[in-house]
């Protein structure tokens, strides 16, 4: 940011702390409280991610001193428990309204126990708990609570901002902010653990005694800050009610299991999960092989874990740059792939073990940790390809189903998850070994024997046992790693290619739009733009690069290398358009070639039988149909995925026809508008719920107790008519679901007749170009203009109230 932006900022924040500049919602009063009281609220939620569940939890493997396989049993029962806890806290939340907003409720009321929660966890004395058993339950337990009230309290500060103003790009700066600052709190945290360990615990970092000291005060904060957001933030809108009929998870499979993008990304994360198990590799070598001779002091292990943590950063930074450079296919496997050649460096370095040896293995990390980082931004914007994949390939905006299919992947961790802590066992973490060298380890440490017999990991501190963990913990990881990359080389995904895709979507789009009779004159501009440039460049021929990049070798001087470059840079874009104008037109000129005439001859039949056609269909018409679509082209990706698409429908009219007999042989047509009459009453119910609780409030202030018993029982009966309405919802979501399943050729055979009748009105729509262009001119120049007045209008109430307050400041003066 430039100085001079941030004196602007400055200047802006004291004028209008108490109150929004004009245009927008939040004052900087709230956007202090709000992303400055997140770092309060993070170590909250630090400190209760660390006592979370799971199989590579050092707090409650090392510290509280729960052998591996039964930290896997108690994790994987907190998994199940979580469905359900999920469910809940979904509909109390979505159901639920207070006068004090949606979300901010929660924020206050939640904070409290969440941090209780983390408080008493870690004074449980779990040294004087001999049974494993009993301290496994204990940690269950609290997680049940950290799975209700924890994610209570998470969720609503994560969402807070989406009610704290209804502007999209206000939103996005307090986020930007928010982040920022709301990363001091885990870095504080982890810099500040080995300092306090050094003189608490002789160094310890696996003595329950450093989280009494550190856990409760950092928990305690949380709740302060939270009280504190709670009192300078106003929730300004009240979230509508999105009425999305919820998805089947089979029915979700179904929809993107042509998706190839999605599995291929779920592939990678579901068969590298073995790469994390290096994550606690500093910490363990810190605390298990850190000898006076040749180890680290506390002020030097807190500088080596924030310089890696550090890596995160300048990954991040170069991520970007690097995408737009070689790709983001390119990206992923390099940065993968050179992560397990980084890993596999751990080995020698273990298998020597050097003097100080934790160093050696911060400088592999390091280079881990800034590969790693590039996922950040990949991900998201992988995720962001693999949707828009999905909306080409069906032609539906279908983004809950992708969360609905991911329950996959939690059942996959839930499986594989098992297989780290069964090999810490048989490296030796176990009970029987540390039983039988617990004198050996005693001795090692000063540890007294029940010290010793605490955790299972105390093994660690035998030099063999530590050495073969890390050995196996690096051939792992290099596994993991290695897996993770593979699935990416069968990524297709260009930035090319997504160009293009965003392109078609556009003018899809368009032409919907003008059979529904809302067209608008933006979009008629983009759409006929596209079509209109790629229908110019069909017959163009690509330039020659080679030649581009030799003039650029060969230019002579800084200016004449200069106009070189850019003459290389507009060839590159130019053949690009090419390539892209490809499947443009493609698209647009679909319906003239014979396979999509075919097609769509076919599914005027489908659609003319009506439902009932899709059973009195003959075996023969479908060996036909699944015939033609066999023959259809295959010589471009294109066309293998039009393909592919014409056999799926085939299959799926075989599947009607099976279905609808094994159903009685008959289908009754949905009725969409019964969710219609559903949400509407639901939307009622909820009206009257949220005005019976400002009329009870009103009575329990007046003490009125005769109305607000009344008003109690009106309740009641609305919270069991709003069951009522929940339980048809969910059978009418059944029915819908199939419905679809059964109706699916005649549903997507009256689809592709409508988008082949809109496809044809394409001069229609190119005629009115000219006038939609010169409204939307308009429109941007008034756009324009409103925001130029609105800059005018801000520096106008700013200088209004400076000098106000310098008037305030006078009459003070003079009193």
């Not at 609220?41 to 509280?64: P, W």
């Not at 961790?413 to 802590?421: A, E």
């Not at 999509?596 to 479908?622: C, F, M, P, Q, T």
Request: proline content about 3%; overall charge positive.
């Amino acid at each position: 940011m430039e100085i001079g932006k941030i004196k602007q900022t400055l200047s802006d924040a004291k004028v209008y702390w108490k109150r929004p500049m004009p245009g927008r919602y939040m004052p900087f009063k709230e956007i202090f409280a709000y992303s400055f009281g997140g770092i309060g609220i993070y170590f909250l939620i630090y400190c209760v991610q660390q006592l979370t569940l799971s199989t590579t939890n050092v707090i409650i493997g090392n510290a509280i001193g729960i052998s591996p396989t039964k930290v896997y049993i108690i994790y994987a029962i907190s998994i199940a428990i979580s469905f359900p806890a999920t469910a809940i806290r979904a509909n109390i939340i979505d159901n639920a309204r207070s006068k004090q907003g949606k979300y901010r409720p929660y924020l206050l009321s939640m904070a409290l126990p969440a941090c209780l929660l983390v408080v008493v966890m870690v004074m449980v004395p779990y040294e004087k708990i001999e049974s494993q058993n009993v301290k496994a339950l204990i940690v269950l337990l609290f997680n049940i609570g950290f799975q209700f009230f924890y994610m209570f309290f998470y969720e609503s500060y994560e969402n807070l901002i989406m009610v704290l103003s209804p502007d999209t790009q206000e939103r996005a700066n307090v986020l930007t902010i928010k982040s920022v600052v709301y990363s001091m709190a885990p870095s504080i945290a982890t810099a500040v653990l080995p300092l306090v360990a050094k003189v608490a615990t002789n160094n310890d970092l696996y003595d329950m005694k450093l989280y009494r000291i550190l856990y409760p005060p950092f928990a305690i904060l949380g709740v302060i800050c939270s009280v504190y957001i709670f009192a300078n933030t106003q929730e300004k809108i009240v979230q509508a009610r999105s009425h999305v009929v919820q998805i089947k998870f089979l029915d979700a499979v179904r929809a993107v299991a042509k998706n190839k993008l999605f599995w291929v990304i779920s592939l990678a994360g579901w068969i590298g999960f073995l790469e994390t198990t290096y994550g606690n590799m500093l910490q363990w070598c810190y605390q298990y092989h850190n000898t006076k001779e040749d180890g680290v002091g506390a002020g030097l292990y807190t500088i080596i874990t924030m310089v890696v943590a550090n890596a995160n950063l300048w990954g991040m930074l170069a991520a970007p740059f690097c995408i737009k450079k070689w790709g983001k296919k390119a990206v992923l496997i390099f940065t993968n792939a050179l992560n397990a050649v980084i890993l596999f460096l751990l080995y020698p370095v273990v298998q020597a073990e050097p003097p100080k040896m934790i160093v050696y293995i911060a400088i592999i990390l390091f280079g881990n940790y800034l590969m790693s980082s590039f996922g950040v931004i990949l991900t998201p914007a992988v995720n962001a390809d693999i949707r828009d994949y999905q909306q080409y390939l069906t032609g539906e905006r279908i983004d809950g189903m992708f969360s609905t299919v991911g329950l996959i992947g939690t059942v996959i961790t839930l499986l594989t998850s098992g297989i780290v802590p069964a090999v810490y066992e048989k490296v030796g973490i176990n009970e029987n070994i540390l039983s039988s060298r617990a004198s050996e380890i005693s001795a090692i440490t000063g540890k007294s024997i029940s010290e010793v017999m605490n955790s299972p990991y105390n093994v660690l501190y035998i030099n063999d046992i530590f050495k073969k963990a890390f050995v196996v913990i690096v051939i792992l990881s290099v596994i993991g790693a290695t897996l993770n990359f593979i699935p990416y080389f069968f990524y297709d995904m260009t930035e090319l290619r997504q160009r293009a895709i965003v392109k078609v979507l556009k003018l899809r789009a368009m032409f919907e739009d003008y059979g529904n009779g809302v067209l608008n004159d933006k979009d008629i501009v983009d759409a006929i733009d596209v079509i209109e440039e790629a229908q110019s460049m069909k017959n163009a021929e690509p330039k020659d690069i080679d030649s581009f990049k030799k003039a650029v070798k060969s230019a002579d001087g800084k200016a004449a290398k200069k106009q070189a470059k850019k003459a290389l840079k507009d060839a590159i874009a130019y053949n690009e358009n090419i390539e892209i104008s490809k499947m443009v037109n493609e698209e647009v000129e679909k319906f003239d070639r014979e396979e999509w005439k075919l097609r769509l001859e076919e599914a005027k039949r489908i659609y003319a039988n009506g439902i009932d056609g899709l059973s009195d269909v003959s075996d023969e018409e479908l060996e036909r149909a699944m015939a033609n679509a066999k023959a259809m082209p295959k010589d471009t990706k294109k066309h293998r995925e039009e393909r592919s698409a014409a056999i799926e429908t085939a299959r799926n009219r075989k599947y009607s026809k099976k279905a609808i007999a094994k159903a009685g042989g008959k289908i009754v047509p949905f009725d969409n508008a019964v969710f219609e009459q559903l949400f509407a009453k639901e939307d009622g119910n909820l009206a009257a719920l949220t005005e019976l609780e400002t009329e009870i409030s009103k009575a329990k202030k007046a003490k009125d107790k005769n109305t607000e018993s009344k008003l109690k029982a009106k309740k009641a009966k609305l919270k069991a008519e709003r069951k009522e309405i929940e339980v048809l919802i969910k059978k009418a979501t059944d029915e819908n679901s199939y419905y679809n399943r059964l109706a699916k050729p005649y549903i997507d055979a009256g689809k592709l007749i409508v988008q082949a009748e809109n496809y044809k009105h394409y001069e229609d729509i190119k005629a009115m170009y000219d006038d939609a262009k010169a409204r939307d001119e308009e429109n941007r120049r008034l756009e324009e203009q409103e925001a130029k007045e609105l800059e005018a209008k801000q520096k106008e109430m700013k200088q209004q109230l400076k000098t106000e307050k310098a008037k305030k400041k006078r009459e003070q003066k003079n009193k």
